[in-house]
């Protein structure tokens, strides 16, 4: 739940209470299940808030790096963490794209709705940065929203009709927040989700392989990639 554009200091207890519901719920499980973690791995959760998909892996595998830009996020997951017994969840303050990890440490980085806060190039800078921090043979799962305001698109269409329909029925207090959302948008200060062909792209540019994206019924999706054995580094040269 890292974000560059809003306070998420005043909004720990809202993404708490969204991560506790059914359907966060069953995108962490999927997550994990995409993941295979194993209980010598080493985890970065990217974006790991109050603890949605780092609370469930601490307990299958010996170390989770949870990576957050909000100093509130951090410590309501490090008490989390403290009061399930887990000593082997570091919580720690940092962005997406600068990950305050030595090359090569993790066998898995994990995140959960936190790059649809990005603009494409600083998607770029966090996956390089996931590319760097992973071993050769790690795995990358992303699970985020997966769609863009590209009219075209068949299921972008979809998915934008189905918001606004949905804001629209709540009345007044709906169109206030359309008005808002398009101001938002005007500004460049509204989210920054991308779709499944641009994910595909952007992870084979970055320099994983056996890329593949699996759609939800909702707004999302979730990426999953793997670095290749031996490798070293992503070329800068791919991120142009």
Same mark, same amino acid.
């Given at each position: 739940?890292?974000?560059?554009?809003?306070?998420?200091?005043? /909004?720990?207890?809202?993404?708490?209470?969204?991560?506790?519901?059914?359907?966060?719920?069953?995108?962490?499980?999927?997550?994990?299940?995409?993941?295979?973690?194993?209980?010598?791995?080493?985890?970065?959760?990217?974006?790991?808030?109050?603890?949605?998909?780092?609370?469930?892996?601490?307990?299958?595998?010996?170390?989770?790096?949870?990576?957050?830009?909000?100093?509130?996020? /951090?410590?309501?997951?490090?008490?989390?963490?403290?009061?399930?017994?887990?000593?082997?969840?570091?919580?720690?303050?940092?962005?997406?794209?600068?990950?305050?990890?030595?090359?090569?440490?993790?066998?898995?980085?994990?995140?959960?709705?936190?790059?649809?806060?990005?603009?494409?190039?600083?998607?770029?800078?966090?996956?390089?940065?996931?590319?760097?921090?992973?071993?050769?043979?790690?795995?990358?799962?992303?699970?985020?929203?997966?769609?863009?305001?590209?009219?075209?698109?068949?299921?972008?269409?979809?998915?934008?009709?189905?918001?606004?329909?949905?804001?629209?029925?709540?009345?007044?207090?709906?169109?206030?927040?359309?008005?808002?959302?398009?101001?938002?948008?005007?500004?460049? /200060?509204?989210?920054?989700?991308?779709?499944?062909?641009?994910?595909?792209?952007?992870?084979?540019?970055?320099?994983?392989?056996?890329?593949?994206?699996?759609?939800?019924?909702?707004?999302?999706?979730?990426?999953?990639?793997?670095?290749?054995?031996?490798?070293?580094?992503?070329? /800068?040269?791919?991120?142009?």
């Amino acid at each position: 739940m890292f974000s560059t554009s809003r306070d998420w200091d005043a /909004r720990v207890g809202e993404a708490e209470l969204v991560a506790r519901g059914a359907g966060f719920c069953a995108l962490r499980d999927r997550i994990i299940e995409l993941a295979e973690p194993q209980a010598e791995h080493t985890i970065v959760d990217v974006g790991s808030g109050t603890g949605l998909l780092s609370l469930a892996l601490a307990g299958r595998v010996a170390r989770v790096w949870a990576i957050d830009s909000s100093p509130a996020m /951090r410590d309501y997951l490090r008490v989390k963490a403290t009061s399930a017994d887990l000593h082997n969840v570091e919580t720690v303050l940092a962005s997406a794209v600068s990950l305050p990890l030595v090359d090569g440490v993790a066998d898995l980085v994990v995140s959960n709705y936190c790059l649809h806060e990005l603009r494409r190039a600083d998607k770029y800078r966090a996956l390089a940065e996931a590319r760097r921090v992973l071993k050769p043979g790690g795995r990358l799962v992303i699970g985020d929203m997966m769609f863009s305001l590209n009219p075209i698109q068949t299921r972008d269409r979809h998915v934008v009709t189905v918001k606004l329909r949905k804001i629209a029925r709540r009345g007044l207090p709906g169109v206030w927040r359309l008005l808002k959302n398009a101001a938002r948008l005007a500004t460049g /200060r509204w989210e920054h989700p991308a779709n499944a062909a641009w994910w595909h792209e952007a992870l084979t540019r970055s320099g994983f392989h056996n890329v593949r994206v699996e759609m939800l019924a909702h707004e999302g999706g979730i990426a999953i990639a793997e670095t290749p054995v031996g490798s070293t580094g992503v070329s /800068r040269e791919n991120l142009r």
